[in-house]
């Protein structure tokens, strides 16, 4: 018996704030975690299907987290135009069990991050104040974010200015920043009165 048949892979698209990024999401645990692809080549060293979607002309960005797929598209292509080839992709591809993301990929990433100065140590009253900008952020934003297909992290933190990451739709959003603005920065200063700015890097 055919076991794809018995339990077959769903699929449907879900829009952004991005009007470049469109979500992708199936009914299968894709990656348990995040995982960011901007360019070609750290799609060819991380993840098969990453490396796949950078082949067709239109993919700019591909974004991996729990049971989706955010693809961010070049400007002159239309989703209208390129939507289906895309969502039959990653249909078939799922279905027939193929690689996501090579082993150790975590790892990496981690070890990245700390090399970005992402975990250097705080100390003191600094600590405290860092602790409760990223539990706010994980508890609060990162839910919020994850819905439109994309993600933030927390960067660094000095004298009242709060650095964060954007990631997979949220990169290059014309609405991120007014999200950022409006809505991260205005909870982040009600929450914690040391917290004066908050500024994006891209990841």
């Known amino acids: 018996m055919d076991t794809k048949t018995a339990n077959p892979v769903m699929l449907y698209t879900e829009q952004t704030p991005n009007p470049d990024s ?8 894709l990656y348990r ?3 960011d692809f901007r360019t070609e080549a750290l799609a060819n060293e991380w993840s098969p299907l990453a490396t796949e979607l950078f082949k067709m002309p239109f993919v700019e960005g591909v ?3 729990n049971n989706f797929v ?5 400007m002159n292509y239309a989703w ?3 939507m289906l080839n895309a969502k039959e992709f990653i249909k078939e591809y799922v279905s027939e069990g193929k690689e996501i993301l090579k082993e150790g990929f975590e790892e990496a990433m981690a070890k990245l991050e700390e090399e970005k100065g992402v975990a250097y140590q705080y100390e003191g009253e600094e600590a405290e104040i860092v602790k409760k900008i990223k539990d706010l952020i994980d508890k609060y934003v990162k839910p ?3 819905m439109d297909g994309g993600n933030i992290e927390f960067k660094s933190y000095d004298k009242g200015k709060v650095a964060v990451i954007l990631q997979g739709s949220c990169s290059g959003c ?3 920043t007014v999200t950022l603005k409006s809505g991260i920065e205005g909870m982040l200063k009600r929450m914690v009165p040391e917290v004066t700015e908050v500024v994006a890097e891209m990841g």
């Open 144 to 146: 919020a974010v994850e």
């Open 33 to 35: 975690g995040t995982a």
């Open 174 to 176: 014309p609405s991120s």
């Open 63 to 65: 974004y991996i987290c």
């Open 22 to 29: 469109l979500k992708f999401v199936t009914n299968r645990m």
């Open 70 to 74: 955010t693809i961010t598209k070049g």
């Open 80 to 82: 209208e135009d390129i």
